[in-house]
Structures are given as C-alpha cells and as structure tokens.
C-alpha cells in the first residue's frame, strides 16, 4: 500500500473510492494531532494501515487458491489483520494528548509485546465464534480450519486447542502489562490494550456478537450507551 494520492487513477473506481476515504480520515487525524501536539503522526497511522492492508491481501490470496497454511504461519499473519494494531495505534496517539509530547514510532515499541497478545486474543477470540459460519461461507482459512486440517481432527477438538491457546495468550498479556507498567505506571494506554482483549471477549462470548449479533449482545450495547444508570431512590 503506497500513502500516494496519484495513484488513484490507476485503481478500480471501488477501490478509489475506499482509499480516498481513509486517505481524507488519516490526513484529518494528522493535521489535527500536529496542531495540538507539533507532531506528524501521518506516517506511523499510513504504515500500520498499509500492514493491515497487506495482512488482508495475504489471506485472500490463501483463500483464493485454497490453501490452507499452518496454525503457526496462519497466526503469525493472523494477529494483524485482525486490525487490533490499527486500533490501539490510533488509540495511542488520541488519547490524553497532553501527555504524548515526545511521540514517534519508536514511542511505540516499548508496547509490541501489549499490541500482539492483545490483538492475538481479539484474533483468537474471532475465530473461535465465527469459525463455522466462515466456512460454510466458503472462507477456509481460519485458527480452527488450519488447526484441522494440519492435525487431521474434528471441529470440536480444534476449538478446544484454541481455547488453550487464548489462555496462553492472556497470560503473556498479563506479563506483558506488568513490565509496561513498572515502567509507564501512569500511562492509560495500557489499560487501553488489556480493555480490548476483554472487549473482544465480550463481543464473541455467546457467537458473533459483531456480525450476526444476538439478543444477548444487543442488550449489552443498550445498557452501556443508551440506558441510563440510575440512583439509589431516597
């Protein structure tokens, strides 16, 4: 992915037109950031969004020839292109700006080891409630599909594989938040980071609560953002 707006031209008209807008969205979120911070956040947001666009067109590209990869290679693309990285960078550079006065990327490095266990749990989580709708869709290549095809057994079996692999993952994040925070005690990124893996654990807890979501789900959203919290009556 080239952060060039010359290159439209020589796109498909859908694809001028998704890449305009986030085009116009980034370059907005930067000139905002510079103005309040002094700082061009512009190239990190194109990278990370560039590495998600890549991630994707890595996994059509499986799915287009229908070749199904190891777990290993398949999580280590996988992690990415759930877009978890996208957005706790966004999150990282909007949130409490007064405090980000030296941002750059090597700002962000100090948390890889956040940003990959968080979003391999959101990835981990995905998988494990859309699985079977994915490949009744025809989408072959997810954790629980790699898995059976790799170790020749059920559905059932596989999924309980992951979910031991969603164990491991949250214990490394844990680690991981331990370590920031001994040394960015006070930085709300963090929390940030833990908040969207249990984020991702509420969401595909009973299903696909994102794309098919249930009464379950529903509600959630209803008591969070549009149902008052109520006093105590004296």
């Known amino acids: 992915m080239t952060w060039d707006i010359s ?67 398949y999580l280590d693309n996988a992690w990415l292109s759930v877009s978890g990285v996208v957005i706790l960078t966004h999150g990282y550079f909007l949130m409490n700006q007064d405090l980000k006065k030296d941002i750059n990327e090597s700002s962000l490095r100090k948390f890889n080891d956040l940003f990959k266990w968080s979003s391999m749990i959101f990835r981990l989580y995905n998988d494990l409630a859309t699985s079977s709708d994915e490949m009744d869709r025809g989408k072959s290549v997810n954790a629980i599909s790699c898995y059976m095809h790799e170790h020749d057994v059920s559905e059932e079996v596989a999924s309980e594989y992951i979910k031991t692999l969603i164990d491991k993952a949250w214990m490394k994040m844990i680690k991981a938040r331990v370590l920031c925070a001994e040394e960015f005690a006070n930085d709300p990124f ?16 009973y299903g696909d609560g994102y794309g098919s979501p249930d009464e379950r789900v529903k509600d959630r959203v209803l008591s969070v953002i549009f149902e008052p919290i109520r006093g105590k009556e004296h």
């Open 7 to 73: 290159g439209v031209d020589s796109m498909p008209e859908f694809l001028q037109v998704g890449f305009l807008a986030l085009y116009n969205t980034i370059n907005e979120m930067g000139y905002d950031t510079l103005i309040a911070q002094g700082k061009n956040i512009i190239p990190i947001l194109a990278k990370v969004w560039g590495e998600l666009s890549e991630a994707f067109f890595v996994e059509a590209e499986w799915n287009h020839i229908n070749y199904k990869p190891t777990l290993e290679d």
């Open 190 to 205: 963090i929390d940030m980071a833990i908040n969207l893996a249990r984020i991702s654990h509420c969401i595909y807890q």
